[in-house]
């Protein structure tokens, strides 16, 4: 079935240093990929998106970089803030409205 | 425009009662979705509405339903409640159509406690 797997589940980096944080899926037929920040009792926000026709998009500090054949994704941050500092999760989707999540990755951008 | 509402915020049941959650999207959105968050299980899609129909279904016992107004407004329902029903509880809308998938945007969503 449809499964994501999103690594580290923590990552601590200081001010100023780049994070990444990788996605594998396994379907096949995925063609749309959403990046959401959550903050400590907020809702999940979209802050960047890919779709398969495209390999790489960015938005000011963050990027993120699809290989459709290796069946990966990564969010790139650079210059990282202490307000990076959240929960980022990886999902996706292929032509529908389900979102298929991983499991979530814990930033902490230490000052 | 306004975000995505949902009512109540929090809420505090009992096993083996029921509970009806609602979702308001963006003006326009016609389609959504609904995922439970757990610290277990993070966030898993429960169904999609649009059109007033369920186009997509996740992995939950049919315990759990929904519906979808024909403004767009969808509630969920969880019958017999159990203690791991406990969760966030989120719904999200977009544009949608057929065949692509469009941006969702999340609602500050339902804090349900079972007890």
């Known amino acids: 079935g449809e499964n994501v797997e999103q690594h580290p589940s923590t990552l601590s980096v200081q001010e100023g240093d780049s994070a990444v944080i990788k996605c594998t899926y396994s379907?096949?037929?995925?063609?749309?990929f959403p990046w959401y920040k959550q903050e400590l009792g907020k809702r999940p926000q979209l802050i960047i998106d890919?779709?398969?026709?495209?390999g790489e998009k960015k938005d000011q500090r963050i990027a993120v970089t699809l290989n459709k054949t290796a069946k990966h994704f990564s969010l790139h941050i650079t210059e990282t803030q202490p307000e990076d500092s959240a929960v980022y999760f990886c999902?996706?989707?292929?032509?529908?409205?389900?979102?298929?999540f991983g499991q979530g990755t814990t930033l902490q951008v230490k000052p | 425009k306004a975000g995505v509402t949902q009512t109540p915020r929090y809420l505090i049941k009992t096993r083996g009662q029921q509970v009806t959650l609602s979702c308001s999207p963006i003006?326009?959105?016609?389609?959504v979705s609904w995922y439970q968050q757990t610290p277990g299980q993070g966030l898993q899609f429960l169904f999609e509405?649009?059109?007033?129909?369920?186009?997509n279904k996740g992995n939950f016992p049919g315990r759990f339903s929904g519906r979808q107004f024909s403004n767009s407004r969808s509630e969920m329902n969880v019958s017999t409640l159990e203690l791991g029903d406990s969760a966030l509880y989120l719904c999200?809308?977009?544009?949608?159509?057929?065949?692509?998938?469009?941006?969702?945007?999340f609602g500050p969503g339902t804090r349900l406690t079972v007890t």
């Open positions: 999200a809308s977009s544009l949608t159509g057929q065949g692509f998938s469009y941006e969702q945007y």
């Open positions: 003006s326009g959105h016609r389609s």
């Open positions: 890919i779709r398969s026709n495209v």
């Open positions: 999902a996706v989707s292929s032509n529908t409205g389900k979102l298929i």
């Open positions: 509405y649009f059109s007033e129909t369920q186009r």
């Open positions: 379907d096949s037929a995925s063609n749309y």
